[in-house]
Antibody
Framework: QVQLVQSGAEVKKPGASVKVSCKTS????????IHWVRQAPGQGLEWMGW????????SSAQTFQGRITMTRDTSTSTVYMELHSLRSEDTAVYYC????????WGQGTKVTVSS | IQMTQSPSSLSASVGDRVTITCRAS??????LGWFQQKPGGAPKRLIY???NLQSGVPSRFSGSGSGTEFTLTISSLQPEDFATYYC?????????FGPGTKVDIK
């Protein structure tokens, strides 16, 4: 079945970077965009950006431009989201989701930014 | 595109009919989905393109609307339906979620 499996929880210091992976399976990797969404503690869902696994083009919300890098590895059907210059406000659960209609979600990766 | 939801929370009993409204600040055709999220879990898609039921989702869930106003209806609330519900517009970037509606037990 279609699955998105994310990497484990991370604890980072302010100013560091974090790289979250999203390994896909059960479908043709290059057929669907992958989107990233985050959720701060007790808050709602915030869309971050997308990557097209076919070709690797990506785009992000203005909030994250200059601070986010999205890449993919076609050999392992995995996409990555790297967030740089972390601050405490980046503490959140980060999700990957398939396609622009978000039909399948990863289980989430908790990222804690703390000194 | 700004998305608003009402109510922000509601208390209901098992068997109640529940309706949640989502409004878009501009027309989005039917490019809207509804998601359910339980504490500690990832969101789960219930409805896509405004009114299509996701495979495997109980038929007590339904969606309607087009343009700027949308509704999610639960025809007979069940214990497993107590959760937070979000709408999402995927009509244009940046995609935006509604702020959520928390449904809890009366």
């Amino acid at each position: 079945q279609v699955q998105l499996v994310q990497s484990g929880a991370e604890v980072k210091k302010p100013g560091a970077s974090v790289k979250v992976s999203c390994k896909t399976s059960g479908y043709t990797f290059t057929r669907f965009f992958i989107h990233w969404v985050r959720q701060a503690p007790g808050q709602g869902l915030e869309w971050m950006g997308w990557i097209n696994p076919s070709g690797g083009r990506s785009s992000s919300a203005q909030t994250f431009q200059g601070r986010i890098t999205m890449t993919r590895d076609t050999s392992t059907s995995t996409v990555y989201m790297e967030l740089h210059s972390l601050r405490s406000e980046d503490t959140a659960v980060y999700y990957c989701a398939r396609d622009g209609t978000f039909d399948i979600w990863g289980q989430g990766t908790k990222v804690t930014v703390s000194s | 595109i700004q998305m608003t939801q009402s109510p922000s929370s509601l208390s209901a009993s098992v068997g109640d009919r529940v309706t949640i409204t989502c409004r878009a600040s501009q027309g989005i055709r039917d490019d809207l989905g509804w998601f359910q999220q339980k504490p500690g879990g990832a969101p789960k898609r219930l409805i896509y393109t405004a009114s299509n039921l996701q495979s495997g989702v109980p038929s007590r869930f339904s969606g309607s609307g087009s343009g700027t106003e949308f509704t999610l209806t639960i025809s007979s609330l069940q214990p497993e339906d107590f959760a937070t519900y979000y709408c999402l517009q995927h009509h244009s970037y940046p995609f935006t979620f509604g702020p959520g509606t928390k449904v809890d037990i009366k």
